[in-house]
C-alpha cells in the first residue's frame, strides 16, 4: 500500500501554546488509520493543518507525494480532503441534495446561461447514498428534519461527491445510537475497499481495536508512535497517550479530612448525571476526572442549582438540601468556579472591585446602600490574600492575564465564605507561574477546611492535587481511586476503556445482587 | 500581569481629565451651547416660565425613559410602554365613567393595570426566553388594540375640577411655579437613580446587561430582576397616563402614540449602550432636556414641526457618533491629545 498523505516535521505555535511540535503521520490508501491522544494533545490541531483551515509554521505536507501548501479549506478539499467535523456543519433549511452540492452545484446551460441542475443533483445524491448502501434517505427532506446519524450519513455523501481520497472523521460515534455505529462501520469499511484513506479519531478505544488498521498516538503536541492494531493493545495505547511528566506542581500540602460537606445520592439530571453518589469532605480535594464531554461540568452545574436535579438526594453537612438555584447554592454555602470564566465566571466589562463583591454584594450594606469602604475593603483585601496583580481594584477584569482573572473569580468566591468549592478546570488558559500559584492557593483553602472538588481534564493536576479521585464517563462515576492507588494509566483506563465499564457495571450487579 | 501603559491612571480622588471625557458631560455642554443659539433666535425662549412649562411638557416620557434607562441597561427594551399609556389612560376613562369607580379608585386600578400589563412583558421574557424586542412588540400592538376596543373611539370627558390639579396646576397652586407632575418626575429621577448607583439591585441590573450568563454564576436573581424592571416600566406608563389624561382634560385610545421611542432616543442620547452594560439616569435626564428644548426652541424661532423632527434625528445621531468618538478615539486623534 502506497502513502497517499504525508506530513513531516509539522510544528504550529499559538500564542502561548506549542500545539505541534515536529509531528509526523502519513497514511495509505484503503486504510483506516486512528489518532489517538488527551484533550489537549494536538489531535484537533493536526487535523486542521491537514484540511487547511491552519497553515503550519514548519513542516512539509506530501499528497501522494507531490508537496501541497493549502491557504484555505477550499484548496485541501480540491486536493481531495474532506473533513467530517465533531459538530457538523451542514444546513438544516436545506436539502439534503443542496447540502451535498453545497459550493460545487452541477450546472446546465439554458440559453446563454449556466443555471443550477436541479434534476442531475439530485439523482446523483440518491446515487451517492445508494453506493453507501443507505437506501432511507430522500435528497428532497430538510437535513433539519433528519436524525444525527442520518445527518452523518449526509456528511459523508457530500465527502463523496468531492472526490474524497482521504476522510477525516473526528469522533464521529459521539453522539450516535449504537443501531447508527453499526452502520457507520459497514460504511466505513466500504470507503476503506474503495481505496479511501480514513484518519479515524476516537476516545472509544475499543472502536480503535474494530476498525483501524494503524495508530498514531500524539502527547502534547509531540509525536510518539505509529503502531499497526494488531501489534498493540489498550493498555499500551493508553500508556503512550498518557506518559506525561508530573512536574511544575506545587506539591500538596497535609491537611486534616474530617466531616462530609456534600454527599450526593443517586443524583440524575438528563443526559449528563446519571446516578450519580459521592462525598467530599471538609479538608479534602477530590478530583474529579473524565473526558470532555463525560458530564463533569454538567455534575457541578446541578449542585450549583444551575440545572437544578431531576431526583436524588443532595446533602450539604449532612442536612438534605433541594437547590433550586445559584443564589440558594451560595447560601448553602456551595460555590462554583465554572470552566468559562469569559461567559460564567466574570463579568469581564466590569471592575474588579465589582467582579469580587458580585456574589456578596446584599451583605456590604449601610442600610439599604452599598457599602463603599466595605466594598473596597473586601476587594483590596482579595487582591492582596491572592497576589492578584492589578495596579488597582478599580481595574477592569478584561485587562488582566487569565491567571490573575481566576484569581479574581476564585476571589468572588471565597468571599461567600463557601464550605463547598468546586473549581472546573481552574488551571485552563493559565500560565505555568499562575497555574503553580493557584495550586498552591487550593491546596492552602483545603487545609483550612474547605471541601474542594476539583474538576480537571490534566491527569497531572489529578494526580498532583486530590487525595481522592473520582473518574466519569458518559454521565456516571465509573471509578474512584485513593491517592496512593491512581496512577495515570488506571484513570485513563476508566476514561475511555469499555474493559472499566463492563467490571463497573459487574461490580454493581453483584452488589445488587448481594442485597 | 502585564499592564498596558496608556490606561487612565487609578481613581484616585478628582480626575479632570475622567470627568471631561464623560458622555454626560458632553451632553450637558452640548445642550448648553445649543440652549445659548436657540436662545438668540427668540426671546420668549429662555424664559423661567417657558423652561417650567417644558418641563410640564415632558413629564410623561420623563417618568417612561426612567425604567427605560434600566431595562436598557440590561440589555432589553420595552416598545410597549407607549401602548400601556394608552390602554391606562382608557382604563381610568372607563372605569370611572362606565364603571362607576370613584375617581381616586380608578386612579389606583389605571397604576395597577400599568404594572400588570408591564408584568406580563417580564413574565413572557423570563419565562419562556422570549427576546424583549419581540415580546414588547406584540405587546405594542396587543395593548393599544385593547385601548380601541374598550373605548370604542369615544372620549371620556368632564372630570372633576380636582382632577385637574396634578396636570395643569403648579405647586402650591401658585400662579407661576413649579409645575406639579415635574416634581413628581424629580422625585422619581432621584430614587431611581440612586437605586440604580447605590444598590445591589442596580449593581445587578449592569452586570446582567453585560454578560446575563456571568450574573446568574455569580448568584444573581436575574428572572427576579427582569420581572421587576418591565412591571416598573409599566407601571410608570400608568402614571403618565394619568398625568397626562389630567393635564389634557380628556381621554383618548390614541394617547401615548410614539411615547416609547421619544423614551428610547432621550436614554440613548443619554449615553445608555443599546447592547447594555452601561448607562446613568443622570444622562437620561440631560438627554430628556436636551430634546424637549431643542424641539420647543426650534418651534420658538419658527421652524416648522417637521423640520423639528429632522433635527432632533440628527441631533441623536450626532450625540452618538460624538460619543463613540471619545470612547474609541482613532489613532490619529490619540497620538495628537491623548499624551496629555
Redesign the interface.
Known amino acids: 500500500m502506497t502513502a497517499i498523505l504525508e506530513l513531516e516535521n509539522i510544528s504550529k505555535q499559538f500564542p502561548g501554546v506549542k500545539a505541534l511540535n515536529d509531528v509526523r503521520f502519513e497514511s495509505r490508501a484503503g486504510e483506516v488509520h486512528a489518532l489517538l491522544g488527551e484533550n489537549g494533545a494536538g489531535k484537533s490541531t493536526l487535523i486542521k493543518v491537514i484540511s487547511g483551515v491552519h497553515k503550519p509554521d514548519t513542516g512539509t505536507m506530501k499528497i501522494e507525494g507531490m508537496p501541497v501548501h493549502f491557504d484555505n479549506p477550499r484548496q485541501a478539499q480540491l486536493q481531495g480532503i474532506a473533513t467530517i467535523y465533531q459538530e457538523l456543519s451542514l444546513y438544516p433549511e436545506l436539502t439534503v441534495a443542496e447540502n451535498i452540492f453545497m459550493g460545487h452545484g452541477m450546472r446546465r446551460r439554458m440559453g446563454p446561461f449556466s443555471v443550477l441542475d436541479w434534476k442531475a443533483m439530485n439523482e446523483k445524491s440518491l446515487e451517492l447514498l445508494t453506493s453507501l448502501n443507505i437506501h432511507d434517505l430522500d435528497p428532497h427532506r430538510k437535513v433539519g428534519a433528519l436524525t444525527v446519524g442520518n445527518r452523518q450519513r449526509v456528511e459523508i455523501a457530500k465527502a463523496l461527491s468531492l472526490n474524497a481520497r482521504v476522510l477525516i472523521m473526528d469522533e464521529p460515534t459521539a453522539a450516535l445510537t449504537e443501531a447508527d455505529v453499526v452502520r457507520l462501520f459497514e460504511i466505513v469499511r466500504l470507503l476503506k475497499q474503495r481505496g479511501v484513506s480514513i484518519i479515524y479519531i476516537s476516545h472509544r478505544l475499543q472502536e480503535v481495536f474494530d476498525l483501524a488498521d494503524r495508530v498514531t498516538v500524539l502527547r502534547d503536541g509531540h509525536y510518539v508512535d505509529t503502531k499497526p492494531v494488531s501489534e498493540t493493545s489498550e493498555d499500551d495505547l493508553i500508556r503512550m497517550m498518557v506518559g506525561r511528566t508530573i512536574n511544575d506542581l506545587f506539591p500538596k500540602l497535609p491537611s486534616e479530612v474530617t466531616h462530609e460537606v456534600l454527599e450526593v445520592r443517586d443524583l440524575c439530571c438528563k443526559p449528563l448525571t446519571k446516578n450519580v453518589t459521592m462525598t467530599v469532605r471538609a479538608g479534602e480535594i477530590v478530583g474529579l476526572a473524565g473526558l470532555v464531554g463525560s458530564g463533569r461540568s454538567e455534575l457541578a452545574q446541578v449542585v450549583f442549582g444551575i440545572t437544578p436535579a431531576e431526583s436524588g438526594q443532595v446533602l450539604i453537612e449532612g442536612k438534605p438540601v433541594q437547590i433550586k438555584s445559584p443564589a440558594q447554592a451560595m447560601e448553602l454555602g456551595v460555590a462554583y468556579v465554572p470552566e468559562d470564566r469569559g461567559t460564567q465566571g466574570l463579568v469581564r466589562q466590569m471592575k474588579i472591585r465589582e467582579n469580587v463583591s458580585m456574589a456578596v454584594l446584599s451583605t456590604l450594606m449601610k442600610g439599604i446602600f452599598v457599602d463603599n469602604n466595605a466594598e473596597n475593603d473586601l476587594a483590596d483585601k482579595t487582591i492582596k490574600q491572592l497576589s492578584i496583580r492589578a495596579y488597582s481594584r478599580e481595574q477592569v477584569v478584561n485587562k488582566l492575564s487569565g491567571g490573575n482573572q481566576q484569581k479574581v473569580v476564585v476571589g468572588k468566591w471565597l468571599a461567600s465564605k463557601p464550605k463547598l468549592l468546586i473549581m472546573d478546570e481552574p488551571t485552563r488558559g493559565v500560565d505555568v507561574g499562575a497555574k503553580a500559584e493557584i495550586h498552591r492557593l487550593i491546596s492552602e483553602l483545603a487545609q483550612q477546611g474547605l471541601g474542594i472538588l476539583m474538576i480537571s481534564s490534566e491527569l497531572p493536576e489529578i494526580l498532583g492535587m486530590s487525595d481522592r479521585i473520582l473518574v466519569m464517563r458518559e454521565g456516571e462515576i465509573m471509578a474512584e481511586y485513593s491517592r496512593a492507588e491512581a496512577t495515570q494509566e488506571n484513570i485513563a483506563a476508566a476514561m475511555m476503556s469499555d474493559a472499566v465499564r463492563n467490571m463497573n457495571n459487574q461490580r454493581k450487579l453483584s452488589e445488587s445482587s448481594k442485597v | ?4 501603559s496608556n ?1 487612565a491612571p ?2 484616585s480622588g478628582f480626575s479632570l481629565r475622567a470627568l471631561l471625557i464623560r458622555q454626560e458631560f458632553i451632553l450637558f455642554v452640548i445642550t448648553i451651547v445649543g440652549v445659548l443659539l436657540l436662545a438668540t433666535q427668540s426671546d420668549k425662549f429662555l424664559t423661567v416660565d417657558n423652561i417650567l412649562n417644558q418641563g410640564r411638557l415632558v413629564t410623561e416620557v420623563a417618568l417612561v425613559a426612567l425604567p427605560m434607562t434600566l431595562i436598557i441597561i440590561t440589555g432589553g427594551i420595552d416598545l410597549s410602554v407607549g401602548s400601556i399609556m394608552g390602554v391606562c389612560a382608557i382604563v381610568l376613562g372607563y372605569s370611572w365613567k362606565n364603571l362607576g369607580f370613584p375617581l381616586e379608585l380608578a386612579i389606583a386600578f389605571t397604576l395597577v393595570v400599568g404594572l400588570v400589563a408591564g408584568l406580563l412583558n417580564g413574565l413572557f421574557i423570563v419565562r419562556l426566553g422570549l427576546p424583549p424586542l419581540i415580546m414588547t412588540l406584540a405587546t405594542f400592538a396587543l395593548y393599544r388594540g385593547l385601548a380601541e376596543g374598550i373605548s370604542q373611539a369615544r372620549s371620556v370627558r368632564g372630570y372633576p375640577d380636582w382632577f385637574f390639579e396634578m396636570g395643569q396646576k403648579n405647586f402650591m397652586s401658585y400662579e407661576k411655579g413649579v409645575p406639579n407632575q415635574l416634581i413628581i418626575v424629580v422625585i422619581a429621577a432621584v430614587i431611581v437613580g ?1 437605586i440604580l448607583a ?3 439591585f442596580g ?2 441590573l ?2 446582567i446587561g ?2 446575563e ?9 436575574v428572572f427576579l430582576y427582569k420581572l421587576v424592571i418591565y412591571s416598573f416600566s409599566g407601571f410608570m406608563a400608568g402614571m403618565a397616563a394619568w398625568i397626562y389624561v389630567s393635564r389634557v382634560s380628556t381621554t383618548r385610545s390614541d394617547m401615548g402614540t410614539g411615547l416609547e421611542l421619544d423614551a428610547i432616543a432621550a436614554v440613548v442620547i443619554g449615553g445608555t449602550s443599546i447592547f447594555g ?1 452601561s448607562g446613568t439616569i443622570i444622562g437620561t435626564v440631560i438627554g430628556l432636556i436636551l430634546i424637549q428644548l431643542l424641539k420647543n426652541g426650534l418651534a420658538l424661532s419658527g421652524v416648522k414641526g417637521d423640520s423639528t423632527t429632522i433635527v432632533v434625528g440628527l441631533v441623536l445621531i450626532l450625540a452618538i457618533v460624538l460619543n463613540n468618538f471619545i470612547q474609541n478615539p482613532p489613532e490619529w486623534f490619540k497620538r495628537r491629545f491623548a499624551s496629555s
Open positions: 500581569m502585564t499592564v498596558s490606561e487609578a481613581q440612586i447605590r444598590t445591589p449593581r445587578g449592569y452586570a453585560n454578560n450568563m456571568g450574573a446568574r454564576f455569580s448568584g444573581i436573581p452594560g
